[in-house]
């Protein structure tokens, strides 16, 4: 079983619309859960960390559920500058090491 | 604002051939990291350094090496490229200061290997 898991889409959806992305762990030991974004090309930068409790930034919203080993990414809104591969990031704690997940391709059309 | 340099956004070389690629920080971060992304398969962890001079296997080790002799250099090292080394290699560096650790990428290198 892969440590990080995603749904690879990908998720074609109108602007304007809402979508949300999962992403599961296998280690129950993870620390700390991070959403990042890499365009097409690009590097991968933060988007934004996942805090137990839930966060928000502007239209963006991130769950964790620790119990079910998951955490999840809410986009609000879709703009058309939203399309990009959303990655999830998993830290064991381990030296600081980050597990990636594969990534989810987002795509917003007119 | 923290500044990941890689030395090359693309490079070719030949089958056998020894390749160095060349990262460096700006911010006097304790960790680095190599990643190579394939597609499928996401950006999976080659070698991981969190001190001078001190390294740590990630999950995809052979067929490379690293070295960590400055705090702000970390070197990647295909000791006799491969064709299944053709791949976009990627450095990241981060701190474990503040909340979690956040890693900051830099550009990427695509290394084709003929």
């Known amino acids: 079983r892969k440590e990080v898991e995603q749904d690879p889409g990908p998720f074609n959806v109108p602007e304007g619309a809402t979508v949300a992305f999962n992403c599961t762990y296998s280690?129950?030991?993870?620390?700390?859960f991070f959403w990042y974004r890499q365009d097409c090309r690009k590097e991968p930068k933060l988007l934004m960390s996942v805090y137990s409790s839930g966060n928000e930034d502007g239209r963006f919203t991130a769950q964790l559920n620790r119990a079910s080993q998951y955490i999840s990414l809410l986009i609000r809104d879709s703009k058309l500058s939203d399309s990009a591969t959303y990655l999830c990031?998993?830290?064991?704690?381990?030296?600081?090491?980050?597990?990636f997940g594969t990534g989810t391709r987002l795509q917003v059309t007119l | 604002d923290v500044k990941v340099t890689q030395s090359s956004r693309y490079l070719v070389k030949r089958t056998g051939e020894k390749v160095f690629l060349e990262c460096v920080q700006d911010?006097?971060?304790?960790?680095m990291f190599w990643y190579r992304q394939d597609p499928g398969l996401g950006l999976r962890l080659i070698y991981f350094s969190y001190d001078v001079k001190m390294k740590e296997k990630g999950d995809i080790p052979e067929g490379y090496s690293v070295s960590r002799e400055k705090k702000e250099r970390f070197s990647l090292i295909l000791e006799s490229a491969s064709t299944n080394q053709t791949s976009m290699y990627l450095c990241?560096?981060?701190?474990?200061?503040?909340?979690?650790?956040?890693?900051?990428f830099g550009q990427g290198t695509r290394l084709t290997v003929v």
């Open positions: 280690n129950s030991a993870s620390q700390s």
């Open positions: 911010m006097d971060h304790e960790n």
């Open positions: 990031v998993v830290n064991t704690g381990t030296a600081s090491k980050l597990t």
């Open positions: 990241a560096s981060s701190n474990d200061r503040g909340r979690g650790v956040r890693a900051f």
